[in-house]
């Protein structure tokens, strides 16, 4: 009894000091949250937004790591007006006229951090380079590439990947008449399970965009597809470590060999684990990125930023053996000097290499899917697109449309302004800090240090602008329009964004566009399983995920 008593009594002055010090981690992180919003050093206390934004840098990644990114951002904007606090830093404006006003040529504005975690190498590359003449220096570089001209010549060696989609959903749709025989009625064809039914063939069709744009991209880039369509599969080939595989560079001539150990990835699982993860960490600073790093939640994302710098490896190691190959954009990227005459290094290669792969073939497929789903939804819109397919390809006999005769035909370029439109791949605010001696839009100036962005999903979305309709896919709305009326509609119309750090790739993904949904619409007839909304994973880039669709084929 007394050894207890003594005991307590010695420990008295710990659990005093214990009882001290956790009293002050609420009082700390009180003042740490609200001395910055009393202070109010950006001046931003008059915005409206939710409370927990204006306290906390947690509440945005929050959100993103809910899957719900654009469409809270959507419904704030309809609540609070045209300015809505996102962070105690940051603020979204939803006008048409704050889009030049922070991304044109003359905002000074650059872009944030965020786009820090886009780094899969230690070289930046076109799109995560946040300097404005370091940027400039690299755009001029790569410019050309994308030029209309040289993106046309581009046509010849994308159309063999359009014909190999056709004869794979040419395949699919074989075991229609296969079942009517008496055959299976569903199985898989490589990764992807298709099944029998009321005479179509029923698969999601998100994959399949997938594998058509990857292998496009590869061949493009490198002269060397993924081999996904063929495979019907996601699966390729990366270098397991990027160091070593870079220090390998230009020591094989073997073109069909890799001069280093590879592995296999499944790309989609890979870029679905890293865009959601570093969507998420964009928004916080260096020192809770490492914290959120290390979650459980987050590991496969962590193990899959490597691995998709890994593919970007294996795909310009694999090239630089064979400098014979035929024209593609590494030989322009190789041919490439900086201001002193300096080319650019292996790492830079792969750097740049990674951009095009991650900025073409996924934001590419994402909209052809979604805009699939919405003309598979509305057999109306269906009809009219395939009757002016019809017409424009009668003369026409190669499965694959040519980028000629599509190119300019009023329903169709309304179906795909409509579709960019309505999904916006890249819909979310693209963050950008005001530069030194601020930035004034709409009248508001903000302070030097600030993030701005525009919600190109909301203004794709605000009925002033679009009408009542605006959330219904109405290609005719692009056609009706005239006027002022048709003014406004292009103002607010941002899929590429604008300005210097707009879409350096859009003559290449209107290509595309035009030439997949002309060629799939004009040679087969589609509807939805369920006309449930199209379920999106909200992150960076909006990507649906997953659209089953049944078609049959209009060849008579
Ligand atoms: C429908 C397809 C596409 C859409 C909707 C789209 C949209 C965009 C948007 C909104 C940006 C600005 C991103 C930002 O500021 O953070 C961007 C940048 C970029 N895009 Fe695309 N893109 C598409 C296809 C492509 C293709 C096919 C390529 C190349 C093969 C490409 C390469 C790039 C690059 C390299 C950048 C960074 C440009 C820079 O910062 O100078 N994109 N894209």
């Known amino acids: 009894m007394s050894l207890l008593r003594d005991i307590t009594v010695q420990a008295l002055p710990f659990v005093d000091k214990l009882i001290f010090w956790l009293a002050l981690i609420p009082i700390i992180s009180i003042a740490v949250y609200t001395v910055p919003y009393l202070l109010d050093p950006l001046g931003l206390r008059a915005f409206p937004g939710p409370i927990l934004a204006k306290f906390t ?16 951002v959507n419904r704030l904007h309809q609540k609070y007006g045209i300015f809505v606090r996102l962070s105690p830093n940051y603020v979204s404006i939803a006008h ?73 959903w040419e395949r699919l749709y074989s075991y229609v008449k296969q079942a009517e025989k ?24 998100m994959p399949w965009f997938s594998y058509w744009s990857f292998d496009t991209i590869g061949d493009l880039a490198f002269g060397s597809p993924f081999g996904m369509l063929s495979a019907a599969s996601d699966t390729v080939r990366v270098a397991k470590s990027v160091k070593a595989s870079l220090a390998t560079f230009g020591t094989s001539s073997n073109a069909e060999e890799f001069g280093f150990e590879t592995e296999e990835m499944a790309i989609e699982k890979v870029l679905n684990e890293r865009g959601h993860l570093i969507t998420i960490l964009g928004w916080l600073p260096e020192y809770w990125r490492r914290i959120v790093q290390m979650l459980p939640a987050y590991r496969f994302g962590m193990e899959a930023a490597p691995k998709m710098a890994g593919l970007a490896v294996a795909a310009v190691g694999k090239r630089l053996n064979n400098p014979a190959a035929r024209e593609d954009m590494l030989n322009r990227l190789l041919d490439a000097r900086d201001e002193n005459g300096k080319p650019m290094s292996p790492e830079e290669l792969s750097a740049e290499a990674f951009v095009l792969i991650i900025a073409g073939a996924d934001t590419t497929a994402n909209t052809s899917c979604a805009t699939t789903y919405y003309l598979a939804r509305d057999q109306r819109v269906q009809a009219k697109l395939q009757a002016e397919l019809d017409e424009a390809l009668k003369s026409i006999d190669s499965a694959v449309a040519p980028y000629d005769a ?16 309505l999904h916006a791949t890249i819909g979310a605010g693209l963050p950008r800090v005001v530069p030194e001696g601020g930035l004034t839009v709409l009248g508001h100036t903000f302070k030097e240090g600030t993030w701005v962005s525009v919600p190109v999903y909301h203004l794709h979305r605000d009925e002033s602008i679009w009408g009542e309709n605006a959330s219904e896919f109405y290609p005719e709305r692009w056609i009706e329009a005239s006027g002022d009326r048709k003014k406004a509609m292009l103002d607010a ?23 997949v949904l002309s060629t799939l619409f004009h040679r087969f007839d589609f509807v939805l399983e369920s006309d449930d909304p199209l379920p999106v994973q909200d992150s960076f880039v909006r990507k649906p995920k997953r659209c089953m669709i049944g078609i049959k084929s209009r060849k008579l």
């Open 406 to 421: 599509v190119k300019n035909l009023p329903y169709l370029d309304a179906v795909i302004n409509e579709g960019l439109r």
């Open 182 to 205: 008496g055959g299976i009625r569903e199985d898989k064809l490589g990764a992807s399970a298709w099944r029998v039914e009321d005479g179509r063939v029923w698969f999601d069709c």
């Open 493 to 515: 119309f941002a899929p590429f964004s604008m300005g210097p750090r707009s879409c350096i790739g859009r003559n290449l993904a209107l290509m595309q566009l035009h030439i």
């Open 57 to 72: 840098i947690g509440w945005l990644p929050w959100i993103v790591s809910q899957n719900r990114w654009s469409l809270t």
């Open 96 to 168: 048409p006229a704050a889009l030049s006003a922070v991304y044109g040529h003359s905002s000074g504005a650059t872009k944030a951090p965020y786009y820090e975690v886009f780094g899969d190498f230690r070289a930046r590359n076109l799109f995560n380079i946040l300097s404005r003449p370091e940027h400039a220096r690299r755009r001029r570089l790569e410019a050309h590439m994308f030029s209309l001209q040289s993106v046309r010549a581009l046509e010849i060696n994308a159309r063999v990947h359009h014909n190999n989609l056709v004869n794979q």
